[in-house]
């Protein structure tokens, strides 16, 4: 079972990216599944999370607006789109879901907004 991050990298303030984040190992479309972040020198924080059907949505307040959180189960991958990059968004992105009192972590992938 592994989720696999990728998309990330440098980008000047003002601009896009689009992370992903593949699941592998059993099927994730019953997975409640999200994307957290950790800056330097600062605990990891909740970004946004999405439901197992997509229906429901949900948003950190500093990203909400400029971040959205989708998944396409027939590919069992998770997405996060990332427009409006400020510095502040500067930090390791990492995927993970959650089942059955269950956390599966990704390796995470570097996002860098430079001023």
């Known amino acids: 079972v592994q989720l696999q991050a990728s998309g990330g990298g440098l980008v000047q303030a003002g601009g896009s990216l689009r992370l992903s984040c593949a699941a592998s190992?059993?099927?994730?479309?019953?997975?409640?599944m999200g994307w957290f972040r950790q800056a330097p020198g600062k605990q990891r924080e909740f970004v946004a999370a999405?439901?197992?059907?997509?229906?429901?949505?949900y948003y950190a307040d500093s990203v909400k607006g400029r971040f959205t959180i989708s998944r396409d189960n027939a590919k069992n991958t998770l997405y996060l789109q990332m427009n409006s990059l400020k510095p502040e968004d500067t930090a390791v992105y990492y995927c993970?879901?959650?089942?059955?009192?269950?956390?599966?972590w990704g390796q995470g992938t570097q996002v860098t907004v430079s001023s």
């Open positions: 993970n879901s959650y089942r059955a009192g269950t956390y599966v």
């Open positions: 190992g059993r099927t994730f479309s019953n997975d409640v």
């Open positions: 999405i439901s197992w059907s997509g229906s429901l949505t």
